[in-house]
């Protein structure tokens, strides 16, 4: 077990909101601290920027003639609540490898924190990626630049959220998060080092849970998408669990399971002050950025041999019908934990090892 660094993220105050406060006095973030509330600005699809919170000295800059919007960042030491501060940008991904993020410092020295935040060859719509500052970096201020050239007018919004730090404790080693948000999500060490997050691929196999891929790549889901999964092996239960962007809030995401319907995938829940959450051209509010489904399908279901799956989209009467994708798409299965004799090729991790054993095979049964 490991005690690794956990940061928790401000949230976002009323001033996210499309009617900017006229006054201090007006300003929700006084009701938690200014020097703790967060600073937004609109692109899209109009300028607006927020009251500059407390922990701001000197408000941001947007040059559309080089692309890029500048946001000053003053010394930790300036504002003793904040430890860390984390970057939400939300954009038109259009497969170009989306808006790059740097850090400039007094004497000009500039150093790249993500070289895109987008997707590269693929188009999504649009997206969202939350970055955390590294605080080497920040200790000692500087300016936060983002550029998106040739492609400034797909930049929709941005924030910038104060973070205190605190102590999470991980059972296993599977796992590396690093930041909570208000809606209580953890975010991994890969979504929020800048870089673009790697698809799972492989299959696994974690005690008597075997973790099987799907489909890791990145794919449109338009109407529905079947898998056909051979199983060996008897399952006492399940979990489908997969990344999607582009779903609608009031859309589902249907789960068929050899010609029966077992439910719709549960997301987490959200905040109404996201900074992920944007309007849509006929200004009703969606969610960009990529959210990870999953629902638990009962033993019942499932036979031994060739099973199929298939995610049915249920889209909105309402919606613009915009693109929808998903990723890392697995199915977690858990058979029973008695010994087969028949299969020695999987034996048991070492019982001090408690690292996921890579399998040779799709589904198989767990001794």
């Known amino acids: 077990m490991t005690i690794p660094t956990k940061i928790l993220l401000a949230p976002l ?16 973030s006084l009701a938690t601290g200014r020097n703790f509330a967060p600073f ?18 000197s408000p941001a800059v947007v040059r559309e003639e080089t692309a890029t919007v ?15 501060y984390a970057l939400t940008v939300v954009f038109d991904d259009c497969g ?19 070289q895109g935040l987008g997707e590269s060859g693929t188009g999504l719509g649009m997206n969202a990626r939350t970055v955390l500052l590294p605080q080497d970096l920040t200790q000692e201020g500087g300016v936060l630049v983002v550029s998106y050239y040739a492609k400034f007018e797909g930049l929709v919004s941005m924030a910038v959220r104060p973070a205190r730090q605190d102590l999470l404790a991980v059972l296993g080693g599977g796992n590396n998060p690093v930041m909570v948000d208000e809606a209580l999500r953890v975010f991994e060490l890969g979504e929020v080092d800048g870089r673009r997050p790697t698809p799972i691929g492989g299959d696994v196999r974690r005690g008597a849970v075997v973790e ?8 449109e889901l338009d109407g529905e998408l079947e898998f056909v999964i051979p199983i060996a092996g008897t399952v006492e239960g399940s979990i489908i669990r997969i990344d999607v962007l582009g779903l609608d809030p009031e859309a589902r995401l249907e789960a068929r399971v050899n010609s029966v319907t077992v439910g719709s995938l549960s997301f987490p829940p959200f905040r109404l002050d996201d900074p992920a959450l944007v309007q849509d051209p006929l200004a009703r509010l969606v969610l960009a950025g990529w959210r990870t489904g999953s629902i638990f399908v009962p033993a019942r279901f499932w036979l031994s041999g060739d099973n199929s799956l298939v995610l049915v989209l249920k889209r909105s009467e309402v919606e613009t019908g915009v693109p929808v994708f998903i990723k890392n798409a697995g199915l977690h299965l858990r058979f029973g934990t008695g010994v087969d004799a028949t299969r020695p090729d999987l034996p048991l991790p070492p019982a001090s090892d408690a690292d996921a054993a890579p399998l040779p095979e799709i589904v198989t049964a767990v001794p």
């Open 70 to 84: 500048e946001i000053p960042i003053p010394a930790l030491w300036v504002s003793p609540t904040a430890e860390f």
């Open 40 to 57: 937004v600005l609109f692109l899209q699809p109009s300028l607006q920027m927020s009251p500059m919170p407390g922990w701001m000295e």
């Open 212 to 219: 099987a891929e799907l489909s890791a790549p990145l794919q």
């Open 96 to 114: 170009d490898g989306g808006p790059a993020v740097e850090w400039r410092t007094a004497d000009g020295t500039t150093r790249t924190i993500s």
């Open 13 to 28: 105050a009323a001033v996210f909101l499309a009617a900017w406060p006229c006054s201090a006095a007006d300003d929700a």
